[in-house]
Each structure stands twice: as structure tokens, then as C-alpha cells.
């Protein structure tokens, strides 16, 4: 689609060293690594966060049918993928990133001028916001809801990642949703005049993830998904 390689190259124009830090895939590193100290501990802290988020919807009256994923610190593309075939969460490490990766976050933290340092950045998106978005993943594998309708699949997951930390962390929830209206306010709408968005995105997924058009289309479900009014329950997003 000739559109859509334009807007591609676009949007990386647009972006590039500007919001990249959150766009471009990160570099693969093989799981063979020997786990350092700090990834023992990072990978205590999201088992943490893992079961703390399978307690609440049990808490909720479900049962999942599925384990609770396993979870492998090993850069994956996007810096987190629920892998429904063998049930595991793979998830990045700061201390993983190449160098012009944590350039990115450098750059981005200087743009975004909120206080917080690059890697702080990096841990609150990556081990919080895109960690509890991987797991909803993993409940949408529970119910047997991850199919083609790719949008519907993502904006899900979104609106329970979104629920959760209303429920747990309010204060973190409104600094993603600020963070997130940040991204689209630097960009302007791929979607092409008199397309449905929701079509688009599923009709086009395998060609967008990983670029700049995927991460407007993430921000603007995390922003929809914050905005609903009334705000879904914890509850009411698992169902």
C-alpha cells in the first residue's frame, strides 16, 4: 500500500530522536546471557508485579485457566512481548540496551522535561505500563480473545492495563495518560481520510508494528481507554 510506506517514512522523519525511544524495536539479545544480580532482582520485582495481577483478577472472581507467564528478560521488539504459544512474557533490561538505545531515552527525557531521569523513563514504561499490557495479553489467551481483529486485541489490552493502575496506582495511570497525549500532540493522525481507524490498523498490523504509525496508534488507545467515562472497573475490563 503506497500510503502506507509513505506514511511510514513520514512518521520516522517526523520522529526521529524525538519520541523514537519508544517506537523502534529493541535489539534482540539472545536468553543465554548469564543472569547478572540486577536482572535477578528486576526479574523478582515484575514476578511480583506478575502475581500481584493474577491475585487481583482471582480477587475479581476468575480463574484463570492458563499459568501465570514466565517471565525472560531478553530485549524482545517493542521492549515487551506476551508470547501466547509457550506462555511467556518476554520483557527489556536497561542495563541490555545498546548505547544509541539509551540515547533515545536521553533525548526523550529532554523533550518531555518531566523530572524523571532516561532510565527512569524507560523502567516506569517498560517494567510497569508495557510489563501489565503484556499480561493482559496473557488474559486475553485465558479467554481465547487473541484473534485477527488485531485492534480490538490491543485496545483491550489497553483498557485493562488502564484499569489496573487506576486500581492500584492512580497517580502512575495519570502520568501514562499525560505521557501518551504527549506523544500524540508531536505527531498528526495516520490514518488516511475516510478510513475507519480500527479497520486500518488490523487490516495493516504485520506492516506497522515496530514503527512510528504503531506507537500513535498505542497512544491514542491508551488516551481513549483513559478517557471513558464512566471509567470501567477493574472488573468489568477482565469480562
Known amino acids: 500500500m ?3 510506506s509513505c506514511a511510514a517514512r513520514y512518521f520516522t522523519a517526523f520522529l526521529l530522536g524525538v519520541i523514537l525511544p519508544v517506537l523502534l524495536p529493541a535489539q534482540e539479545v539472545t536468553s543465554s546471557l548469564s543472569e547478572t544480580p540486577s536482572k535477578a532482582a528486576l526479574k523478582a520485582q515484575l514476578i511480583t508485579l506478575r502475581d500481584s495481577f493474577v ?3 482471582k480477587a475479581e472472581g476468575f480463574k484463570p485457566n492458563l499459568p501465570p507467564p ?3 528478560i531478553d530485549n524482545p521488539p517493542s521492549y515487551g512481548r506476551y508470547e501466547n504459544e509457550r506462555n511467556l512474557l518476554h520483557i527489556s533490561a536497561w542495563e541490555s540496551l545498546p548505547p544509541d538505545q539509551e540515547a533515545r531515552f536521553v533525548r526523550l527525557a529532554d523533550i518531555l522535561h518531566n523530572g524523571q531521569s532516561p532510565q527512569e523513563l524507560f523502567e516506569e514504561g517498560v517494567h510497569r ?6 499480561l493482559s495479553h496473557w488474559w486475553q489467551a485465558c479467554q481465547h480473545k487473541i484473534t485477527d481483529d488485531h485492534y480490538a486485541v490491543e485496545y483491550g489490552a489497553n483498557r485493562i492495563a488502564a484499569a489496573y493502575w487506576r486500581l492500584k496506582d492512580p497517580a502512575f495511570m495519570e502520568r501514562r495518560a499525560k505521557h501518551f497525549r504527549a506523544i500524540m500532540a508531536l505527531a498528526p493522525d495516520p490514518v488516511p481520510a475516510g478510513e475507519s481507524k480500527e479497520k486500518f490498523f488490523s487490516a495493516n498490523y504485520e506492516k506497522l508494528a515496530g ?3 504503531y506507537t500513535w496508534y498505542q497512544s491514542a ?3 481513549e481507554a483513559s478517557d471513558e467515562t464512566p471509567a470501567p472497573c477493574f472488573r468489568q475490563t477482565l469480562q
Open 55 to 57: 491475585s487481583q483478577i
Open 2 to 4: 503506497r500510503f502506507l
Open 211 to 213: 514503527t512510528p504509525v
Open 129 to 134: 505500563w508495557v510489563f501489565v499490557h503484556e
Open 70 to 72: 514466565e517471565i525472560v
Open 221 to 223: 488507545m491508551v488516551v
